[in-house]
């Protein structure tokens, strides 16, 4: 399996309280993704990072933010979390070229109250 | 914009069957990548199998391959002798050639049975 690890795997949440889902991975990748998903449903990219101090907005609006102030490490954070954002948050990482694979997390479950 | 569609929301085939699952999607773009994902129950997501869209000859991978269309945008993937291992969700993915837009089917649930 990846080298890429998330924390937590499950988290039940009150509404309003600020969470923060984490994602590493030691494969030295360039490249990593935050992705929601939502039970029997696709996936969406909600962030993506090409490196340190980079980040971009996926196609799915999020409320959440991300940060990459190192190359293994690229958390996601929730200011206020809401019911709405109950789901799966997947986080994955690749190489610099184009056609690298994708490895995935296990993903986070989070349920906001 | 890009959409993937895959029609098929669940499928059940016998071990050492041979099943294919249908993936179509939606681009102005010539040149990108198309991939197939596995979610195996309470596991992670892998990779399948990808195919470049600039080359013709359709990928293989052991018991996996895959039929790419791309004039019809249609690709749609073969397991042959199937295994119990093989029960997973299934997602066709397409991404663009600056690797910078990642669009996801919704899956296809696949089930091996003994």
């Known amino acids: 399996e990846a080298d890429i690890y998330q924390t937590p795997r499950y988290l039940v949440i009150g509404t309003g309280k600020k969470i923060t889902l984490e994602c590493s991975q030691t494969?030295?990748?360039?490249?990593m993704y935050w992705y929601q998903q939502d039970p029997g449903m696709e996936l969406h990219l909600i962030h993506y990072?090409?490196?340190?101090?980079?980040?971009e907005k996926g196609d799915l609006s999020s409320e959440s933010t991300v940060s990459r102030i190192r190359t293994e490490h690229f958390p996601l954070t929730l200011e206020s979390a809401r019911p709405s954002h109950t789901s799966q948050y997947l986080c994955?990482?690749?190489?610099?070229?184009?056609?690298?694979?994708?490895?995935f997390g296990p993903g986070t479950r989070l349920t906001v109250l | 914009a890009q959409t993937v569609t895959q029609s098929q929301p669940e499928m059940s085939v016998q071990e050492a069957e041979t099943v294919t699952l249908s993936c179509t999607y939606d681009?102005?773009?010539?040149?990108?990548?198309l991939f197939w994902y596995k979610q195996p129950p309470s596991r992670q997501m892998i990779l399948v199998i990808r195919?470049?869209?600039?080359?013709?000859q359709n990928a293989t991978e052991n018991r996996f391959s895959v039929n790419f269309q791309k004039a019809a945008k249609s690709f749609s993937l073969k397991i042959s002798d199937s295994q119990l291992g093989d029960t997973a969700m299934y997602f066709c993915?397409?991404?663009?050639?600056?690797?910078?837009?990642?669009?996801f089917g919704k899956g296809t649930r696949l089930h091996i049975l003994p």
């Open positions: 681009t102005s773009e010539n040149n990108y990548y």
């Open positions: 993915a397409f991404m663009n050639y600056q690797g910078d837009k990642i669009i």
């Open positions: 494969m030295g990748h360039d490249k």
């Open positions: 994955a990482s690749s190489g610099a070229g184009i056609t690298d694979t994708q490895y």
């Open positions: 195919q470049e869209a600039y080359k013709q």
């Open positions: 990072s090409y490196g340190v101090n980079s980040t």
